[in-house]
């Protein structure tokens, strides 16, 4: 094992290059790595790719077939034999020229795909000696093109029928990547702040450094490829409004991102993460800097990961890099791991523990709701079932215990459903969009493809099924540039201003964001009116935006308070409480936030019922607010019962009367209308106007809804609270956001964030938000030291 780093040296002049003679009896090269020690000690990459003397080695091996049948076994028809001929030459421009006239992304497939199953499971020198290592290849090709090229490729000249691709995983990448070879203009629509879909969240750094990711998407972005990030489909703007707006395709691209639970008791304990959850705030959000970053991450000394896949593998070794004592657990045997093998040995290396057939059954926390202990079962193998792999048995008796600080679930995922849940015409299988073999959904034009229609599934069938679908959308469009659409020099900067109507589109992403006004409601709430056109058009009472104010935030949740569409902006207001909502509160006119995304949850139940009764608590008071007024509109008589601490921290008092019919007040310390809280009102208000009350919505903090919940669950008051759980992407990807309701597990960003009051389980609630305590302290002191706010 060697810890050399990849040195590619210039290809050879053409007249100097050597003759090939293949030389298939010299041994398969091993891909250097780093020592696991070292690996231990960060994110850095593991592989660190064949040197110059090894690619001379391996490309030599290659048979040069005639009837090449890794070709053919290559998703995307990689011209393999003809790539390795020209690294056998010393012509590694060339070879990466030839693969990119079928793959954009070398670099990554190089990494992250299971070339044992696809080109090297075809490779006939593997039939006898070990197959050509042509991953290994693949990735120094790109290296070598990424250490020398002088400039990105050229912009196209694009002047065919725009299309909209949904998501930006590898199989919209590459349908762009496809379409703009055709002239095409390409919008590549994406809900987080980060492109790349699982490549970017969920694989890690150590495996595909984000460097990559950023300059393999990059060139598509030269060729003319326009990126909108922060942009959901089917929230944001919908696939029928898509196509008003000019798209004529559109390719839904949105991947497997809904993590699935066992359904244990104590699954929500703190401590128990999904593994989209654990890899998003590492991956993405780079929890492994906190408290430079500020995202936070809770890993114990002792971590499970439940599960036998790539997830499994990845999460389990970030544990490792860590320090935690990490144990894959895993209810069938090792020949039925899904994970890549390299990962499997990978991880072995790096110290994880591998517990075969057996399973959690319960986990058990201590009185803050904190994981300690997991109780299992031993299974053995029964009958073949649907996946093709021996059931899991479990075997009566066999239970056991074992003290535990942290469980990672990894046990699979299906397709995001916000697309899906906006469009009902398109017609779905458990989930799956349904398509024919050329991607094409039950609604015209709208083609789909990647994890979206298989489940869960890899890189590069995502990719194949990019390409299929962009076929078909080339065929369905019939756009014929004349000729291949030409290089026009440099290019236009994402997001610049187009013609007709994609102009809406594309200016939102240079207009959003910006905070046009602001006014300090208390010295910690502040006013804060933004622009996000889009928003502002589609929000509805009860939704929220997620926000990072500065790139390195975290992503927080904030309810809309209003939204004004002829101007384009939201109101939010912000509470300063954690680092990111302090930095927030700080913000002046005219700076931007980083990010907004939304609107996001649904919206609030109003309906005509008679008498409605608000019921709010410090800021929910501004959350309050378009409920209050949406209810009044319905024709409701509306009541607002609110609490402050103190006279001096009441706010929107001459907003929420002129958006319900009575306002009362509450304050601790009696500064202001009744001396006492919101329950105290409620019960005195009750008091003299025992009227009939058709709905309760209450919204603030935890102790003082679930208070109020119990006094309108004794007068028999049907009530709506709006939860406010620590939230990661608020798109439904991640289940940090999870909720006890009815005893059923929600997802609040998607289910929610309002439900019925009576049902929640508060306890858990609690403890839930309190998760990130004394993370949140450290970085709240960071922060004000840094300000100047420190003792
Ligand atoms: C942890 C992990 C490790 C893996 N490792 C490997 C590996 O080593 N090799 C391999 O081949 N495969 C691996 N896989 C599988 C592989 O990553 C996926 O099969 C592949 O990324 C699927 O690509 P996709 O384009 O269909 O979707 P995704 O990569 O899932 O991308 C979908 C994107 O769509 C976005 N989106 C969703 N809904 C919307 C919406 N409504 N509007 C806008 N955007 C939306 C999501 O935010 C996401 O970014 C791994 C998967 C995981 C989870
Ligand atoms: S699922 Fe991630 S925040 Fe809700």
């Not at 990894?410 to 969009?433: C, D, H, M």
């Not at 979206?452 to 962009?470: C, E, F, N, P, Q």
């Not at 609040?748 to 508060?762: I, K, M, R, S, W």
Request: aromatic letters at 6%; a neutral charge.
């Amino acid at each position: 094992m060697s810890t050399q780093t990849t040195n590619p040296a210039p290809s050879p002049a053409p007249e100097s290059r050597p003759k090939i003679k293949p030389n298939p009896k010299a041994p398969r090269q091993p891909l250097p790595l780093r020592e696991p020690e070292e690996r231990l000690r960060g994110p850095a990459e593991v592989a660190l790719g064949f040197t110059l003397a090894q690619v001379q080695v391996e490309a030599l091996r290659c048979l040069q077939c005639k009837n090449p049948t890794c070709v053919d076994a290559c998703p995307l028809h990689i011209n393999v034999k003809e790539f390795i001929g020209l690294m056998a030459q010393g012509n590694f421009a060339g070879a990466f020229d030839k693969i990119s006239e079928e793959s954009p992304f070398p670099g990554i497939c190089g990494r992250v795909c299971q070339h044992e199953l696809y080109c090297e499971h075809a490779c006939l020198l593997g039939k006898k000696l070990e197959p050509v290592a042509i991953g290994s290849l693949e990735r120094f090709a790109a290296d070598y093109h990424r250490q020398t090229a002088t400039a990105p490729p050229p912009h196209l000249a694009l002047n065919g029928p725009r299309v909209a691709l949904v998501g930006s995983g590898p199989a919209s990448l590459i349908a762009a990547y496809d379409l703009v070879r055709h002239g095409y203009r390409v919008t590549i629509f994406e809900a987080l702040h980060g492109l790349g879909g699982v490549l970017a969240y969920g694989i890690p750094n150590f495996r595909l450094p984000r460097d990559i990711i950023r300059d393999e998407v990059n060139r598509l972005r030269s060729m003319g490829v326009e990126f909108r990030t922060d942009f959901i489909v089917g929230k944001t703007t919908s696939v029928e409004e898509l196509f008003a707006q000019g798209f004529q395709a559109i390719f839904l691209g949105t991947g497997a991102g809904l993590p699935h639970l066992m359904n244990i008791p104590g699954e929500n304990l703190i401590g128990v993460y999904t593994a989209n959850e654990y890899l998003t705030r590492l991956n993405l959000m780079e929890a492994f800097r906190f408290p430079e970053s500020d995202t936070p991450i809770r890993i114990g000394k002792r971590v499970v990961v439940v599960g036998g896949g790539n997830s499994a593998m990845d999460a389990a070794r970030w544990s490792r890099r860590r320090g935690a004592d990490t144990t894959i657990m895993f209810r069938r045997g090792r020949a039925e791991l899904r994970a890549r093998l390299e990962e499997i040995e990978h991880a072995e290396e790096e110290g994880v523990h591998f517990d075969f057939l057996a399973a959690p059954v319960r986990l058990f926390g201590d009185e803050k709701g904190i994981l300690r202990e997991m109780e299992c079962i031993r299974m053995q193998l029964g009958e073949v079932d649907e996946t093709g792999r021996p059931s899991p048995v479990p075997m009566p008796g066999s239970e056991f215990r074992m003290p535990i600080d942290t469980v990672v679930m990894a046990i699979g995922q299906s397709p995001n459903p916000t697309v899906q849940r906006a469009t009902p015409q398109l017609i779905t299988k458990r989930g799956k969009v349904v398509v024919d073999a050329g991607g094409q959904t039950s609604m015209p034009n709208v083609f789909a493809g990647g994890d979206v229609v298989r489940g869960g599934s890899t890189v590069i069938l995502a990719m194949r099924d990019g390409r299929a679908a962009a076929a078909a959308i080339h065929n369905a469009l019939q756009y014929h540039a004349a000729g291949a659409p030409e290089p026009v020099g440099a290019p236009e900067p994402v997001g610049a201003p187009l013609a007709g109507a994609q102009e809406a589109v594309a200016s939102a992403a240079v207009a959003g964001n910006r905070i046009v006004a602001r006014r300090s409601l208390t010295p910690e709430i502040a006013w804060l009116q933004v622009e996000a056109p889009e928003v502002s058009r589609r929000w509805k009472p009860g939704q929220f935006v997620i926000v990072r104010p500065t790139p390195a935030s975290e992503r927080i949740p904030l309810t809309i308070v209003d939204g004004d569409e002829k101007a384009g902006t939201i109101t939010l207001v912000v509470q300063a409480l954690g680092k990111t909502s302090r930095t927030t509160v700080r913000l002046e006119a005219g700076d931007r936030l980083a990010d907004l995304l939304g609107p996001l949850g649904e919206p609030a139940s109003i309906e005509k019922v008679g008498n409605v009764l608000c019921l709010a608590g410090g800021v929910g008071v501004a959350e309050l607010l378009p409920v209050a007024r949406a209810f009044r509109a319905a024709g409701n008589h509306v009541v607002a019962l609110c609490g402050a601490r103190s006279s001096s921290l009441i706010i929107l008092d001459e907003e929420l009367r002129a958006a319900a019919d009575e306002v009362q007040w509450a304050t601790d310390d009696g500064t202001a209308g009744l001396h006492g809280t919101v329950v105290d009102l409620m019960r005195a208000w009750r008091g003299k106007d025992a009227c009939e009350i058709g709905i309760a919505h209450v919204i603030g903090p935890i102790p003082m809804m679930r208070a109020a919940a119990a006094v309108t669950r004794e007068w028999g008051v049907h009530t709506y609270a709006s939860l406010n759980p620590i939230m990661v992407d608020g798109t439904g990807m991640c289940g940090g956001c999870r909720v006890t309701v009815g005893g059923k597990v929600r997802f609040a960003c998607v289910d929610g964030p309002e439900f019925d009051a009576h049902q929640v389980d508060f306890d858990e609630l609690t403890r839930r938000t309190r998760a990130y305590l004394e993370e949140e302290r450290v970085a709240r002191e960071g922060h004000d030291c840094a300000v100047g706010l420190g003792k």
